[in-house]
C-alpha cells in the first residue's frame, strides 16, 4: 500500500535551516510529482512546493521563494525539503503529499517544525 | 492568487442526517482542458488530511457513497447523505487550476449535535 513517511522535524532557532526528508513506497515514486503541504498549529493547510515528477520543474509559495528548496532523489523514493533563514512563521506541521489524479491523493503523517528561540 | 470561501464555517450535524457545505473560488476554475480541479479533504482529529472528492465530483477510492461532490464555475458543494460519528472533523475545498498556488479554503468543521 501507499506509505509516505516524513522526518526531520524538531526546534530550530530563527534564520537557521533544517531538512526534511519523505519517503515513499507502495507505488511507483518516479512517476509522480510531489508537494510539501503545511499546517500551523490550529489552522488551516497552506500548499508550499511541488516538484515534477522528474525532478524538472519546482514551483512554491511566495512566502517561502528563496529560502525553501523542493527536490527529490528517485533511486531513493525520497522527497526532500530544505529549509534556510526559518522564521517564526514557518513553524507548522509538514506533510509530503503525492500528486495523482490531481495534486495530494495521499499523504504522510506530517512532521512538526518548530522555530523559536 | 484564487481566494476560496466556504460556509458555514461550523456546522453542527444530527447523525443520520444529511449535511452540505459550500465552497466558492474568486474566479471560475475551468481549465483550458474543460476540466475544474477542485478537490474536497476530510481531516479528522488527529489525523493527517485526507481527499474525499476530485475534479468535483469524482470520488477517491476507499471513500463512502454516501459522499458527493457537485458544482460548476465558482460555487461548488460538498453533500453527506447520513452522516456517521466518523465523519467528524474538518473539511477543506481546494482549487488546483489557477496555481501556483494551489489554495485551500478556510476549512468547515463539521461535529456531532
Known amino acids: 500500500q501507499v506509505q509516505l513517511v516524513e522526518s526531520g522535524g524538531g526546534v530550530v532557532q530563527p534564520g537557521r535551516s533544517l531538512r526534511l526528508s519523505c519517503a515513499a513506497s507502495?507505488?511507483?515514486?518516479?512517476?509522480?510529482?510531489m508537494h510539501w503541504v503545511r499546517q500551523a498549529p490550529g489552522k488551516g493547510l497552506e500548499w508550499v512546493a511541488v516538484i515534477w515528477y522528474d525532478g524538472s520543474e519546482e514551483y512554491y509559495v511566495d512566502s517561502v521563494k528563496g529560502r525553501f528548496t523542493i527536490s527529490r532523489d528517485n533511486s531513493k523514493n525520497t522527497l526532500y525539503l530544505q529549509m534556510n533563514s526559518l522564521r517564526a512563521e514557518d513553524t507548522a506541521v509538514y506533510y509530503c503529499?503525492?500528486?495523482?489524479?490531481?495534486?495530494?491523493?495521499?499523504w504522510g503523517q506530517g512532521t512538526l517544525v518548530t522555530v523559536s528561540s | 492568487d484564487v481566494v476560496m470561501t466556504q460556509s458555514p464555517l461550523s456546522l453542527p450535524v444530527t447523525l443520520g442526517q444529511p449535511a452540505s457545505i459550500s465552497c466558492r473560488s474568486s474566479q471560475s476554475l475551468v481549465y483550458s482542458d474543460g476540466n475544474t480541479y477542485l478537490s474536497w479533504f476530510q481531516q479528522r482529529p488527529g489525523q493527517s488530511p485526507r481527499r474525499l472528492i476530485y475534479?468535483?465530483?469524482n470520488r477517491d477510492s476507499g471513500v463512502p457513497d454516501r459522499f458527493s461532490g457537485s458544482g460548476s464555475g465558482t460555487d461548488f458543494t460538498l453533500k453527506i447523505s447520513r452522516v456517521e460519528a466518523e465523519d467528524v472533523g474538518v473539511y477543506y475545498c481546494?482549487?488546483?487550476?489557477?496555481?501556483?498556488?494551489?489554495?485551500f479554503g478556510p476549512g468547515t468543521k463539521v461535529d456531532i449535535k
Open positions: 475534479k468535483v465530483s
Open positions: 503529499a503525492r500528486d495523482q489524479n490531481g495534486p495530494f491523493d495521499r
Open positions: 507502495g507505488f511507483t515514486f518516479s512517476s509522480n510529482g
Open positions: 481546494m482549487q488546483g487550476t489557477h496555481w501556483p498556488p494551489f489554495t
